[in-house]
């Protein structure tokens, strides 16, 4: 028997729903792994589909299409390596989510996922029948077991195929991203490899799909949890993999081990990825934004320009009679060190028109957030005029502390199609501005440098929507708010542990007051990349109208 076996890893970037595209990708890489004399090549989770589908796998139709493109596949790649492919599967009015093994112009098994996760953005339950837990699949010398992303996160899959005769686990996922989550991934892992013995190989995807960013960052592992390779993170590879047999059974042969992101770094890369890929999968390829001088504004136009060019990218910078003489430079100074286009769309003459249009209705009523307003929103409607003129589609940029509370204007500066930093609060932006700065990848598109002007980093936030204005007069210095939000939002704490902190409790009780009205407002914002495990949509579900206050 052979003592040596190719697996060929494919860590792509699957489009939702374009089934023609996603096969011709898999196709590729069998072709590749055919050429490097592999037995297998192996694809990820659902990746004739895409992935998350979500109820596009609820029509019957898709399904059948998706279930038809493996067939072609499997007869397109008869004569080569076995491929092993994630895919939709419908049988006697069940619907499963399987890994479709082709040999020899067919598929001869298919493995259905078992465990169904139902937490965080995952909703499997609502849509696939749990499968039996498979036994390993026989391919040239070796017997694999396959469990399916969720099924290697527990011990008894992975156990059940161990002691059916499995002699290396290959746990096929489409695994999203959130902070510092290749960690937990690991610990899962190396707790598989112990508990079985067994050499395990985890094959993640990379790419951006609506809110949620796939960061690839596939990995082997010996028994005992020894590292044997690390694919990269955020980036598409085919890796050939060997497997060697000795007297104690096969083992992963060591491979190239790619250096791991810091964790600034891997949410900088996941925005710019989300961005990129949001653009290229709904049809756009340029952005325009608004400049205002600050630091928000600034970091989405160094994220733009780092994903897409310089070139793709129009900031405008649309001044007020509150603008100061400073943020029109700083507006100007980010745009010049980035590369970008900067335009000047002045929006005194619209506010005093549709001031003088609201005159007899507003007539004995004292000005207030309504003049505010007023400029955020005509702001964002010569923004989506541009987007609609030049094909452009319009970034906002609301920061996730900002987004909480709701320190935003609803058809002003939210308007837009995306916002890259949704899911980053304010404290974690000013450290992002400042990795930027000093850091430079390959994969960056802007120039390399300060392309964040330091005087927007240091200076105080403001939205400059009337004289003087300072984002801590209505809020908390961004440090406590940050705070309070974190164990509210992401840890949901109570008010009370909160104010044990050290917090005063009053304004403890204030800001849960404004993430609650807020609702409304994010159930109708742009999405934007999931960084953390408490992102606003799929991660936190709440109900709009809700007048429940936490006063225990």
Request: glycine share 10%; hydrophobic share 40%; with cysteine.
């Amino acid at each position: 028997m052979a003592d040596t076996f190719r697996i060929t890893l494919a860590q792509l970037n699957p489009v939702v729903g374009d089934l023609a595209a996603n096969a011709a990708q898999a196709r590729a890489a069998w072709d590749e792994g055919r050429g490097a004399g592999a037995g297998l090549v192996a694809l990820t989770e659902m990746f004739i589909t895409g992935y998350q589908i979500q109820d596009l796998v609820r029509k019957n139709a898709f399904v059948r299409d998706a279930m038809a493109a493996i067939d072609r596949l499997a007869a397109e790649c008869a004569d080569g390596p076995a491929l092993a492919v994630g895919g939709p599967f419908l049988e006697d009015g069940r619907l499963y989510n399987a890994y479709h093994v082709c040999v020899g112009g067919r598929v001869v098994t298919r493995v259905l996922k078992h465990k169904l996760p139902n937490t965080d953005v995952f909703d499997e339950v609502r849509f696939y029948t749990p499968g039996p837990i498979s036994g390993p699949v026989r391919i040239g010398p070796l017997r694999i077991g396959m469990p399916v992303c969720e099924d290697a996160w527990s011990s008894d899959v992975a156990e059940a195929q161990a002691e059916s005769g499995a002699e290396v686990l290959l746990v096929p996922n489409g695994s999203p991203y959130h902070r510092d989550k290749h960690d937990e991934r690991l610990a899962h892992m190396v707790a598989r490899g112990v508990e079985t013995g067994l050499p395990l190989i985890y094959l993640n995807m990379v790419g951006g799909q609506d809110d949620q960013v796939f960061d690839g960052a596939s990995f082997g592992l010996n028994p005992g949890g020894r590292l044997a390779f690390q694919m990269p993170d955020f980036v598409t590879a085919v890796r050939h993999v060997d497997l060697d047999r000795g007297p104690d059974g096969w083992r992963i042969a060591p491979g190239p081990v790619s250096a791991r992101p810091e964790s600034l770094e891997q949410d900088y890369h996941a925005m710019c990825l989300g961005l990129s890929d949001y653009l290229a999968k709904s049809g756009f390829s340029k952005v325009v934004l608004g400049l205002s001088g600050g630091v928000d504004s600034a970091l989405v136009a160094a994220i733009a320009a780092d994903a897409l060019g310089p070139d793709k990218v129009r900031c405008v910078m649309l001044p007020s009679r509150y603008t100061s003489q400073a943020s029109l430079d700083d507006a100007a100074d980010a745009a010049g060190r980035l590369g970008t286009k900067l335009d000047t769309l002045p929006i005194g003459g619209p506010v005093d028109a549709v001031t003088e249009t609201l005159a007899p209705l507003f007539e004995g009523r004292a000005p207030d957030l309504t003049e505010e307003n007023m400029q955020s929103r005509l702001r964002g409607v010569l923004l989506m005029a541009l987007s609609n003129k030049c094909g452009e589609m319009l970034l906002t940029t609301g920061n996730k502390s900002e987004v909480a509370v709701g320190y935003s204007t609803i058809y002003g500066d939210m308007a837009g199609g995306y916002n890259p930093i949704k899911d980053l609060y304010k404290t974690r932006v000013f450290d992002i501005c400042n990795w930027r700065n000093d850091n430079h990848r390959d994969w960056m598109q802007a120039p390399a440098g300060a392309v964040i002007p330091p005087q927007i980093i240091s200076k105080p936030p403001t939205a400059e929507l009337r004289e003087d204005q300072k984002d801590e007069d209505s809020l908390p210095p961004y440090p406590v708010l940050d705070r309070i939000l974190t164990m509210l939002v992401d840890e949901d704490a109570s008010v009370a542990d909160v104010a044990a902190s050290g917090i005063d409790r009053a304004t403890v009780e204030k800001i849960e007051h404004l993430v609650y009205i807020s609702e409304y407002k994010r159930y109708q914002a742009a999405p934007g990349a999931r960084l953390s495990k408490r992102s606003f949509w799929l991660d936190r579900r709440y109900p709009i109208v809700n007048r429940w206050r936490d006063r225990g």
